[in-house]
């Protein structure tokens, strides 16, 4: 019988040739194979970082804790060599944002993040709590505090790898994602900025919270405000061809109007969420708290609506507000009707370049895998930042940030299986749009 000292070597060299063998059927090169091993070895760093972030509450009115975040990743892009700027956001009426940026060769990229969430410096849910199954529950777990570290962790792996440099980086993380700061044009200059300088933009949002799936089409975000106003008088004499129907009649015909022409629109959504109508009526659009008084026997005077209107593309929402004018426009006897549309998210519309990356996204996931990637359904994906970047460029990916559910909920809970996971197809995907791809 042999000696185990002389059959372990024999076994060890035959495991090798078989990890070398599944690792070359992976269609990964070996720098792509030294960007995976990096990831892997970083994940107690990485979790660490995430709780870092997500123990500093930056609701985003909470200027002094979006600051804390932004200086945290601050130090995180120094330490690679980035040249690191505050932007500050008094101008904005926000804490401001926070842009990192490396290298002046290869392709231009622009990564986006935020460092806001929705909860509130008064919050009962502060603190990042680990728990059974790989998974982490906290504010902003997923939303988006994961998805920056994701982005800290990539730039590492490509360091580590000495591709780093191969590369143009921006990193934009703004302060005021869930809650925009005015004016618009103030509040989104340095990303637009940055997103005219980039041929690509990546967003690391958490897109349906489906590790299977990305996002390459946002429905942009408008809200609107109806007012209708009418001649008062007794309610005996509605209808009268001298008085009208009344105001809120006619808001009752333009809203079925609009319902009836538009519910049935793929990927556009159009939702009245506060009514207020009677003799006299006020509406408070920062609090969306109104009042009306009026008498049952008394025809209304005035009626206000306010709500919002999503669509997939620019041409689409320009179709819908056209169709919207002429609804409008055939009014009851009687009244007036004027509608105001105030913009706030564009759309990410589906480009061919956002599919040509999903394309490539999907090939590195397969490459290390994970199999396929598809795109996320607009209807499920909300509007983010890179709806002001996606026009800019020719190619836009978001959704590939740190996965799991509950986001802008108390039961917000991250799923760190994929926190290695989607560094790893970022950063492999990046290494391979590198200066070839320009």
Request: proline share 4%; charged share 20%.
């Amino acid at each position: 019988m042999r000696s185990l000292i002389h059959i372990v070597p024999g076994l060890l060299c035959l495991t090798l040739v078989l990890v070398h063998t599944a690792l070359a059927d992976t269609g990964l090169d070996p720098v792509e194979l030294s960007i995976v091993s990096h990831v892997d070895s970083e994940q107690r760093r990485a979790v660490a970082l995430l709780e870092e972030v997500v123990n500093i509450n930056s609701g985003t009115m909470n200027l002094a804790g979006v600051r804390r975040v932004g200086e945290v990743f601050a130090r995180e892009f120094s330490t690679l060599g980035f040249d690191v700027e505050w932007i500050e956001g008094a101008a904005f009426n926000r804490a401001g944002h926070l842009v990192a940026a490396r290298g002046e060769q290869g392709v231009r990229l622009l990564l986006i993040g935020h460092l806001d969430t929705v909860f509130a410096a008064d919050s009962k849910f502060q603190q990042l709590e680990l728990l059974p199954g790989n998974y982490a529950k906290g504010p902003g777990t997923t939303d988006m505090k994961g998805g920056d570290v994701i982005i800290v962790q990539v730039l590492r792996a490509l360091d580590a790898a000495g591709v780093l440099d191969q590369l143009s980086i921006r990193v934009v993380m703004t302060g005021d994602e869930e809650d925009r700061g005015e004016p618009l044009e103030l509040a989104n200059l340095a990303l637009i900025d940055a997103a005219r300088w980039a041929d690509i933009a990546i967003g690391f949002e958490d897109g349906d919270g489906d590790p299977e799936t990305a996002v390459v089409s946002r429905r942009g975000y408008a809200s609107w405000q109806l007012s209708v106003s009418a001649t008062p008088a007794h309610s005996s004499q509605i209808f009268r061809s001298d008085i009208g129907d009344g105001a809120i009649f006619e808001a009752a015909r333009v809203l079925e109007g609009f319902r009836v022409a538009l519910s049935g629109v793929p990927n556009l959504t159009f939702n009245p969420g506060v009514i207020v109508g009677g003799t006299e009526v006020a509406l408070d659009a920062d609090t969306s708290r109104g009042r009306a008084f009026g008498k049952d026997n008394v025809i209304a005077k005035s009626v206000l609506v306010t709500g919002d209107i999503r669509a997939v593309s620019p041409e689409q929402l320009a179709d819908a507000k056209a169709r919207m004018r002429g609804i409008l426009a055939r009014h009851l006897s009687g009244t007036d009707t004027e509608m105001v549309f105030s913009d706030g998210y564009p759309p990410m519309a589906p480009s061919a370049g956002n599919l040509k990356l999903l394309e490539l996204y999907s090939q590195v996931s397969q490459a290390l895998g994970a199999g396929p990637v598809t795109a996320v359904d607009p209807r499920k994906a909300g509007a983010a930042d890179i709806s002001f970047a996606a026009r800019h460029v020719r190619m836009a990916l978001d959704g590939v940030g740190l996965m799991g559910r509950g986001g802008h909920t108390q039961d917000e809970t991250a799923d760190l299986a994929t926190l290695s996971l989607q560094t790893k197809r970022a950063a492999v995907l990046m290494y391979r749009l590198g200066p070839s791809s320009r």
